[in-house]
């Protein structure tokens, strides 16, 4: 037996989310195998089994880490001491902004088709939108109707795909992204303020 190879920083959890999130951005979940996550972290697959029992696991580990930060950012806004109709409006903006800002997080977030791991992706999302609904049923009086909110949310999702796919950043698209955001305040039927 040949005696274990020394390494500089111990194997975390979240260095193996972080390299496999690109991974699997980059190359999609069928065409990553543990193996290669491991290759890419100069670490011998076995050790990635330590911290998760398969891909599967570990790809949903990486979901739920993201969804709870897009999650975070939501709470905070609500928290903020904004009007109504400026925290409608932040929370449009800051959802285009993750997406453009964590490309490889929205993707698997949204845009992962794959039959293995679709047990694994039902509840995360459900729970994101769900909040998401919330927010802006409360932030509209519950004026607006769940169609409204499912429209709004697939205009957002859209526009993200869209310039994620263009390889674009929030800061070339911002001005587009306040527009858009602005015809979507004027859809809900909210006033915008000065």
Same mark, same amino acid.
């Given at each position: 037996?040949? @005696?274990?190879?020394?390494?500089? %920083?111990?194997?975390?959890? =979240?260095?193996?989310? =972080? !390299?496999?999130?690109?991974?699997?951005? %980059?190359?999609?979940?069928?065409?990553?195998?543990?193996?290669?996550?491991? $290759?890419? &972290?100069?670490?011998?697959?076995?050790? *990635?089994?330590?911290?998760?029992?398969?891909?599967?696991? *570990?790809?949903?580990?990486?979901?739920?880490? =993201?969804?709870?930060?897009?999650?975070?950012?939501?709470?905070?806004?609500?928290?903020?001491? *904004? !009007?109504?109709? #400026?925290?409608?409006?932040?929370?449009? &903006?800051?959802?285009? $902004?993750?997406?453009?800002?964590? @490309?490889?997080?929205?993707?698997?977030?949204?845009? !992962?088709?794959?039959?293995?791991? %679709?047990?694994? &992706? $039902?509840?995360? @999302?459900?729970?994101?939108?769900?909040?998401?609904? %919330?927010? &802006?049923? !409360?932030?509209?009086?519950?004026?607006?109707?769940?169609?409204?909110?499912?429209? +709004?949310? *697939?205009?957002?999702?859209?526009? +993200?795909?869209?310039?994620?796919?263009?390889? $674009?950043?929030? #800061?070339? +698209?911002?001005?587009?992204?306040?527009?858009?955001?602005?015809?979507?305040?004027?859809?809900?039927?909210?006033? #915008?303020?000065?």
């Amino acid at each position: 037996m040949s @005696p274990r190879k020394s390494v500089e %920083q111990e194997l975390t959890r =979240d260095m193996i989310i =972080d !390299t496999a999130r690109t991974l699997f951005a %980059q190359s999609g979940y069928q065409h990553v195998s543990m193996r290669k996550i491991a $290759q890419a &972290l100069g670490y011998s697959h076995g050790a *990635l089994y330590y911290h998760f029992q398969n891909k599967a696991e *570990l790809f949903y580990a990486i979901v739920a880490k =993201d969804f709870s930060l897009l999650n975070h950012l939501l709470i905070e806004i609500m928290n903020e001491q *904004l !009007t109504n109709t #400026e925290k409608v409006k932040k929370i449009l &903006l800051r959802f285009i $902004q993750f997406g453009l800002d964590y @490309p490889n997080h929205y993707e698997l977030m949204f845009l !992962t088709r794959n039959r293995d791991i %679709q047990q694994h &992706l $039902q509840l995360a @999302p459900a729970e994101s939108y769900e909040q998401f609904a %919330q927010a &802006l049923s !409360t932030l509209c009086d519950s004026r607006v109707t769940a169609q409204a909110i499912w429209s +709004v949310f *697939l205009a957002v999702h859209g526009f +993200v795909s869209v310039h994620c796919r263009n390889e $674009q950043t929030y #800061e070339e +698209v911002e001005g587009l992204a306040k527009t858009h955001v602005r015809f979507m305040i004027k859809g809900l039927g909210i006033e #915008e303020e000065g």
